[in-house]
């Protein structure tokens, strides 16, 4: 980037500076300032590579590819079960290629942008474990300002009744750990502060009472462990110490544990919790509701296979005869693979289908490396993709995939990876 004024690097600069850094705050009041946050940094990127006359980021096979998704996204909204809401979201999805296209260029021109990122990261999880472990010890279940969530045995923190803290925690915490692991060294004090943090966030997790979160943390965990080189000690005792602190509060409050575990089986229909039960002989995939949310959306499929439903009408054709069932509709399949079916058919499946075979080969690629001594990715590589892992993976339940909230936090990773990958210290 050149900026040749005050009132250039102004715009230019420093306003998606203070934004992109916010914006881990931002994503604890909701989606509408963080993707307010997004937006402002995406124009602000735009304005300049016009004004400059200067277009080069965008010249790579990656942002093609998107651009490609993109446009079948829009041309899908216009010519399927057409609706405002559909062209909305797929026309305003272009943003978060470009913002990712920003963010890199920023990080080449001052990489001072991770150091404050990652402070306010830090703030983010030390304010919300705090607080989470406040609200949880609190008989009433209200956190510092008298936030309940809502549901009895389960914290939410900020979040209130919306129970989305694991979820945050648990997308965030493979950055924030990448993050740390490349400002804090091993032997330092701080470093040893920061594992007692890893470690409380990950009880805290279980603590939310959000199965999906839990499952992914120690998913990444994982991953992390097979195929880091220098962090399978940190990462495994990490783990370990979090899944005994978790035992140990289990025996004295089973609450968490009857949620995530006892319950989850149970709505599997894997154990019998009632003698009358009718549907004894018959295994659900994760609970009635989600079976019946997938039953519906690929009866969907099978009827429209090649462009799907449309963008955001899974909640409308749900209740048509055919498709309905006592529990199957709701506002999304609750699935990403599953609702680009639906939704946008093969061609839409296509895109994330390449993209997760894209992202297995060069994991492969880099275990086999890794057993002869060699790696593909660094360790803080490791750690994004570790991210990227939990919105590629296709066997659990999943959130909107065209939910602004989720959507940000996703390609935040993104370009990290990629400007790290520019780097020769890597």
Known sequence: MKLNSIRERYIFYTIPFILFCFLPFLLITGPFLSD????IITLSYLAYCFKKKNFSEFKNKYFYIFLLFWGYLFLNSLIVNFNIDSIKISFFYFRYGVFIIAIVAYLN???SFIKYFFYCIFFCFLILIIDG???YFDYGGENIFGISSGSKGRVSSFFGEELILGSYLTRLWPLFFALSIFFLKKKDVKFFIFVVIFILSEVLIFLSGE???FFFINFTALFIILFSNE?????LITLILSILTIITISFFNPTSKERIIDRTLAQMNLVNVNENNINENKIYIFTEEHNQHYVSAIKMFLDNKILGVGIKNFRKFCGKEKYYSEKSCSTHPHNTYVQLLAETGLIGFLFI???FFYFTYFVVK?????LKGNFIFSDFQICLLSGILIFL?????TGNLFNNWLTIIMILYLPFLIWSKKQTKF
């Open 133 to 135: 472990y406040i609200q």
């Open 366 to 370: 880099h275990f086999i490396y890794r």
């Open 36 to 39: 307010l946050a997004v937006s």
């Open 393 to 397: 993976w296709p066997l659990v339940p």
């Open 211 to 213: 199965r999906v979160a």
């Open 109 to 111: 021109f001052d990489d």
């Open 231 to 235: 962090l399978l000690k940190l990462r």
């Open 353 to 355: 289908i390449f993209i």
